[in-house]
């Protein structure tokens, strides 16, 4: 195993099918058009590839618009704190997506109250560059920026070979739109939930600032580097687990979800499901 991910051929492969309807985003996965979809295998356990304890589910739609994800998740009690945008959503249960593109990736997070947090990461080797495309747009001295390290423990998360990252903290992706509905009564532990679906817009006008060239909508036979994820933040006696455990699409092999080396194989295909 690659000491920052799994390699390749333990990955997972999901087919993204193509719909000519404009979805109304309301976070209601029973819609005949996800039923429709490919429903992902159950996520499974981050490092190790076991299956999750709690049935977690995606799928994916895409348009000439936007690419559309779906995520059913199983959760006896459906529980959130967070309704700031762009606080820590993964200090509470949460699913997520990431989205790899040229030396740079998007970070997506949602909880159940529909709190959202977005970061984009360019890779500082590729800011040092001759003419980087990414300037003036995300130009270091007039954004918010934080520092992701690419230098961890190896005990823990491994090293990736490229490095440091630059987090465009104030980064809004155009036209996101995003839904949940809870399936039992949030933050109520005196009942068992059955869970929470979430519904997330992303159109290809705001993902173009992930490559170079205008890639979208994306053709027949295209591929993105996608990573579909969900961490648990286990609570009893009083405390919090202070590692929470992280589910994904694709194993990582290690505890970390910034690797897009390991996020899986989206294809996209031009099979209509209308």
């Known amino acids: ?34 039923q429709k979809a490919e429903k992902s295998s159950r996520f499974v356990d981050m490092v190790t590839g076991e299956p999750a304890l709690l049935d977690t589910k995606m799928a994916c ?34 699913v997520e997506v990431f989205i790899a593109g040229e030396d740079c990736y998007y970070e997506f997070e949602i909880n159940a109250f529909n709190t959202v947090y977005e970061v984009f990461f360019i890779y500082q080797d590729a800011m040092r560059k001759p003419n980087n495309r990414f300037l003036p747009e995300f130009d270091l001295y007039k954004r918010e920026v934080d520092v992701l390290s690419g230098f961890q423990d190896p005990s823990r998360y491994g090293k990736h070979h490229r490095g440091k990252r630059w987090a465009i ?21 005196s009942i068992i939930d059955s869970g929470w679906q979430v519904e997330v817009k992303f159109p290809w ?70």
């Open 169 to 189: 903290m104030d980064f809004d992706l155009e036209g996101l739109t995003t839904a949940v509905q809870v399936q039992g009564k949030i933050n109520d532990p």
């Open 205 to 274: 006008k705001g993902l173009r600032p992930l490559f170079s060239k205008n890639v979208f909508p994306p053709k027949n036979g295209d591929t993105l580097r996608m990573d579909f994820s969900r961490f648990e933040a286990l609570r009893y006696h009083g405390k919090t687990v202070t590692e929470s455990p992280g589910w994904s699409h694709s194993p990582h092999g290690v505890y970390d979800s910034h690797i897009p080396e390991s996020f899986s194989f989206v294809h996209f295909s031009d099979t209509l499901i209308d």
């Open 1 to 34: 195993m690659s000491i920052y991910g799994n390699p390749e051929k333990n990955l997972s492969h999901y087919t993204c099918l193509r719909t000519n309807q404009n979805i109304i985003v309301d976070g209601d996965l029973n819609k005949p058009i996800w």
């Open 61 to 94: 739609i895409w348009n000439e618009d936007a690419l559309y994800v779906g995520f059913w998740v199983q959760e006896p009690q459906v529980r959130a704190t967070l309704t700031k945008r762009d606080s820590f959503i993964w200090f509470d249960n949460d």
